[in-house]
T-cell receptor
């Protein structure tokens, strides 16, 4: 069975600083991996997804993530944080055999 | 515009009452899902449906029921047997549950509060 973990339930960064949100997965088969963003009292919106075509994936709003098989990681980054990036971020994984599994989420705060 | 519509956005229920949350999609997706979200616990799968007239229990199905009579609709009933129903409920759909590379699309959620 697969699992998805996110290190850090809450991350704070200054406006203009690098954003790094961590995601690790465990899976016996190659996974498909996703990052979603959720603003307060709203549904989840897809930021980007990894489907094995390229290890570095670019998404919306300037975010990108790199799949590292050796580290079983899929960390989300953005070079310069904006106030509008403050939200909850979820990493998710899915294989051909399992339902999609969501990580517990990381709340991102951006300090002006 | 294609998307998923959940209604109502806010719902209040008295203890002992059943309530039904609506979820409609016009994306022509085969698979639909219901998740429950509690603070600090991420999303937990309640029920999912891969095709019309078929659905399976997720991780926390007790106290909930669903139906899938039409491709576009997947209503969730929170029964009186659900002991702690206050939560944020999210409906989602995807093209097919058997296509692992396809992402899920989410509705805006329904916040249910027991009063």
């Amino acid at each position: 069975a697969q699992s998805v973990t996110q290190l850090g339930s809450h991350v704070s960064v200054s406006e203009g600083a690098l954003v790094l949100l961590r995601c690790n997965y465990s899976s016996s088969v190659p996974p498909y991996l996703f990052w979603y963003v959720q603003y307060p009292n709203q549904g989840l919106q897809l930021l980007l997804k990894y489907t094995s075509a390229a290890t570095l994936v670019k998404g919306i709003n300037g975010f990108e993530a790199e799949f590292k098989k050796s580290e079983t990681s899929f960390h989300l980054t953005k070079p310069s944080a904006h106030m509008s990036d403050a939200a909850e971020y979820f990493c998710a994984g899915k294989t051909s055999y399992d339902k999609v599994i969501f990580g517990p989420g990381t709340s991102l705060s951006v300090i002006p | 515009d294609g998307g998923i519509t959940q209604s109502p956005k806010y719902l209040f229920r008295k203890e002992g009452q059943n309530v039904t949350l609506s979820c409609e999609q016009n994306l022509n997706h085969d698979a639909m899902y219901w998740y429950r979200q509690d603070p600090g616990q991420g999303l937990r799968l309640i029920y999912y449906s891969q095709i019309v007239n078929d659905f399976q229990k997720g991780d926390i199905a007790e106290g909930y029921s669903v139906s899938r009579e039409k491709k576009e609709s997947f209503p969730l009933t929170v029964t009186s047997a659900q002991k702690n129903p206050t939560a944020f409920y999210l409906c989602a759909s995807s093209i097919s549950d058997r296509s692992p590379s396809t992402e899920a699309f989410f509705g805006q959620g329904t916040r249910l509060t027991v009063v």
